[in-house]
């Protein structure tokens, strides 16, 4: 196995962006710190080196699924809340991310593996536990999807 | 990004998952590599090795969980930095020899009990280490010591006043002795 530091020069901006795209800026940082510390206490039990960066993207995309569960148990609302508008600085720019994180979550992380970190159709189909055919067919509802979201 | 895989190293140590932490320090020898485990200073890599190389043999040798961490060495960097300026007798650092064993550890322990501005011969150190005809073993203990400046196999030299050899180069042996005033 390579000293564990190469994966996060390697991998840490693709594992960011994919977090980014899945769960938004905000909640990455986490997320990033959870997949890391899943991947380095499982690593010297690790089988083989050859795919590190399918591994890595892997983690993440279960830590972002955590994250909406837990998200979505914690939002359950007590009563309604205050209608206060919201803007984020930081998400101004991130018109079609907000739009990809609102899609349903196997669309959604399917479009962020693909163009968050570029990861090939069976990669893809890696990382989400399905065949690379219904991980292309998620990829492309998705996009439809967002197509018209954003015209 | 920076303040992220800071934050991931600080965590990885408090989770105990921190197996082996690095830092490259300067030295007017060129970058040193320093890895320590959390028991203590496990190797010192000279510059005239590749730090990468060193990296991959610790991972395989000791443990794959290698992470930079450069907060770790503050204390160790001040020390280098002060013996290098001719200001530090002695390294207080704590030192893991899980990388030595057998006969060559036990020199590698009477190495690091040489004085500063002293020196020894491979025979003396032989002798230390329990067996005085093993002076060829001795000189390969000197020769392996993963620790080097902090262990100070610069100190030690051929009976006949030869140098001997240094895992750093002739040269940085011999500079290393003029700064402690033994040339």
Redesign the interface.
Known sequence: ?????TL?DEY??DV?GVLRGAVGRTDA?DC??ET??AA??A??RLDNDENLRGWLLTIAHRKAIDHHRTNGREAMPMADPPEIPVEDPELTDDGIWTAVRALPPKQRAAVALRYGSDLPHAEIAAALGCSPEAARRSLHEGIKRLRKELA | MKATLQRFAERAEAEGLLDIAYANVDSPFGPLLLAATPRGLVRVNLPNYDPEEALEELAAKVSPRVLEAPAKFERARRELDLYFEGKLTEFDLPIDWQLTHGFRGKVQRAIKRIPYGQTRTYTEMARSAGNERAVRAAGTACGSNPIPIVVPCHRVLRSGGGLGGYGGGLPMKEELLKLEGVL
């Open positions: 196995m390579p000293p564990f530091q996060l840490a901006p960011l940082e990033f710190q890391f510390l380095l206490r690593y010297p």
